[in-house]
Structures are given as C-alpha cells and as structure tokens.
C-alpha cells in the first residue's frame, strides 16, 4: 500500500536533525507508515532550545478518501471522520455547504499507537452569512463527535460571535480529539492588531493586557499580518490564546523573516540553529534530484503529464504562532509545509509560485 511515508522519504533529507531529532524523526516516519499519502501536509515545530523534542503532523485531507487502513475504521473517532466524509461529499448536505476543508494533526509524542487519534480543525466556508449559522455548524461539529454542547459553551461561542468587528469572522474550527480537554479552538481571521485587545476584553478574556498588548504591537512590525487568533473555549473564554504571524513571502525574496527570527533569538523564543534550520526548509524536489526517493505511484501522472507538467514536492515556510498565556512563558511555534503538485511547465517559475500560494498546477496528486 502506498503511504504518506513515501513522500517522507523525499522531504525529510531537508529537514535538519536541529529541528527534528532522529528520535523524533523516527516516531513521525511510524506515524506514517499507516497512513495514505496526502498531497499537502507540514509540521508543527517548537523552536525553543529545550523543546526540539516533539514534533507533529498535520495532512490536508480530500473529500474523497477510500485507503484508509481497516484497523482505523475500528476506532469509533475514524468511523465519525468517515461518516462525516460521507456528508462532506453530498453537494446539497449542510456539510457540503458550509464546509470549505478539513485538515487533521497528530500530536507525536513517542512511538504511535496502532490507531493514531487526531485532532479535527474545520475550515468553514466564507460565505456562511449569520451568527445563527456558524454557531449551528459549530454545534453540529461538537455533537458529531460525541463531544459536550453546554449551554455555557454555547453562551461563550455566541458571544465570541457577537463581539467581532466588521470584517472580522471565526474561519476555523479545532475539536481536539486526541487531548485530555472539553475545550473547542476557534479561530478568527481579519481581525486587525489594533481590533484584539478589544475584542477580548469583550468576550471577558482575563488576561494582562498590558503584556499582550505590547506583544501585538511588536509582532504586527515584525511580520506582514498577524493572520489569525486562536482562542480555546469551553466553560470558560481560556487565557492562553496564539497570534499566527505570516509574510506574504518566502526567506529568500523577504528578508525580513530573518529580521523576524532574530527578534526571536534575542528573546530566548528559538534557538540560533533552529532559526538556520527553519529558513533553509523552502525549495522543491524534483524525479531527476530525487530518483531513488520518487515515490512509484507519482509516476503514472508523470507519464501521463510529460511535457505539460513539471512533478516536484514544494517546501515552504506557513508562519509561526506565538503562544501567549499569562502565567507560562511566551512560546514560539513553526510550521513547515510541503506537498506534490504537478505545475504547469509553461509558465513555471518555482519560488514565483512558491511565494504566491497560488501556483499554475495541472492538478494535485491526491490520494491514488
């Protein structure tokens, strides 16, 4: 069968042991020879200097998914995924209507279980409309997933809903299957750095606004946007809340990402050869760089393709998260992406197309 370790096997010689030690790197390559191949995924990296021990996976799943291993159908979350796959793909369902994409991440903390267990982030689609709507998708979510629906998790969801500015709106949805937590994360796009301070202090986040305020201020120099907040709620609006830092583009045509990483070096948030590590992982992988590592399956899209498309594996840079909670010290998170994609030969200009997010591809190599 083929495996998501298969496109390990051509990405992993570019991710350095200062990111992820062969320890950690063994786990991950456990991890996915279970799983099928997934045409977009990365890694969840922590950058400090004594935390290079854990490192997650996160995978871009697809409407249709037909191989996954029978073991995993046993657990009743992977049959709930199924089912809701099953929704997903009837175009007149309010799944199909309201949901844009689905992602997982797999916590790896040691050698994998049998059936790994991941969490569930949901991407909504943007033209949901109402309040009444996004919180009745959310609902249905947390509830799908045997998952608790008080009526106070409620009042707090509302009234995460309420206070957003204009502009402002909950994009994502994290139901974190694989922790020990009632709490759900939303995830909130368009908000502007000067609009979260407000906007918490609205939805009776506690926290010092003080600190956070000059984290916000100092982050929204540093980088392009400060993308998304992340927020956990459950009985209660939680104090610990992530800023998702982006640049429009990758290391080699922005150099403020080294500017970035080296405010994060001075403040103890990443370590000076994870900085190194983390801003050399964007390029791409080709057949010919590559021969021995290709995976077999890719090769009847390569043929069929021939001179019309160029087959690589992308690498890039998605942003860094900045975990805030008042009574932990500040935490800097990265995450790496890479995928298979076949680009149009015509027009191709890889770091072009690396940078703009949007390249001119053929099609993607979902799972075959």
């Known amino acids: 069968m083929n495996s998501m370790e298969d496109y390990l096997k051509v990405i992993t010689p570019h991710l350095h042991s200062n990111l992820v030690t062969p320890n950690a790197l063994s786990h991950l390559q456990a991890l996915a020879q279970v799983l099928p191949p997934f045409s977009y995924a990365g890694f969840e990296c922590r950058l400090g200097a004594n935390s290079y021990q854990e490192v997650d996976l996160f995978v871009s799943l697809p409407r249709h998914l037909n191989t996954l291993p029978p073991q995993f159908l046993t657990h009743p979350i992977w049959q709930t995924l199924q089912a809701f796959q099953s929704e997903w793909l009837e175009p007149a369902s309010f799944l199909s209507q309201s949901v844009k994409h689905l992602a997982l991440e797999f916590d790896i903390t040691g050698q994998p279980p049998e059936v790994p267990i991941p969490s569930f982030f949901v991407e909504f689609n943007r033209e949901m409309g109402s309040d009444n709507n996004i919180l009745t998708l959310i609902s249905t979510l947390i509830r799908q997933f045997n ?40 995830i909130i796009e368009e908000l502007k750095s000067e609009d979260i301070l407000d906007y918490l202090l609205q939805i009776g986040w506690s926290g010092p606004t003080d600190t956070l305020g000059n984290l916000v201020q100092t982050l929204s120099h540093l980088v392009d946007k400060i993308g998304f907040l992340n927020l956990d709620v459950s009985q209660l609006i939680h104090a610990q809340i992530g800023l998702e830092c ?84 500040l935490e800097a998170k990265g995450y790496l992406a890479f995928g298979h994609r076949w680009f149009d030969s015509k027009t191709l200009e890889f770091e072009d197309e690396i940078d703009e997010n949007n390249a001119n591809e053929v099609t993607r190599s979902e799972n075959r």
């Open 246 to 329: 982006y640049f429009d583009k990758q290391p080699l045509h922005e150099p403020r990402w080294q500017f970035f990483f080296d405010y994060l070096v001075e403040n103890g948030l990443c370590s000076p050869s994870k900085k190194e590590a983390f801003l050399a992982w964007p390029g791409f992988s080709q057949p010919e760089s590559e021969p021995a590592l290709w995976p077999n399956h890719l090769n009847w899209g390569d043929a069929f393709f021939s001179d019309q498309a160029v087959s690589a594996f992308f690498r890039k840079i998605n942003h860094v998260k900045m975990v805030y909670h008042p009574d932990k010290p």
């Open 147 to 186: 998952r608790p629906f008080s009526k106070k998790l409620e009042a707090n969801l509302e009234q995460c809903l309420h206070a957003l500015p204009a502009g402002a709106q909950i994009i994502h949805l994290g139901i974190m299957l694989s922790r020990p937590t009632e709490a759900v994360r939303i």
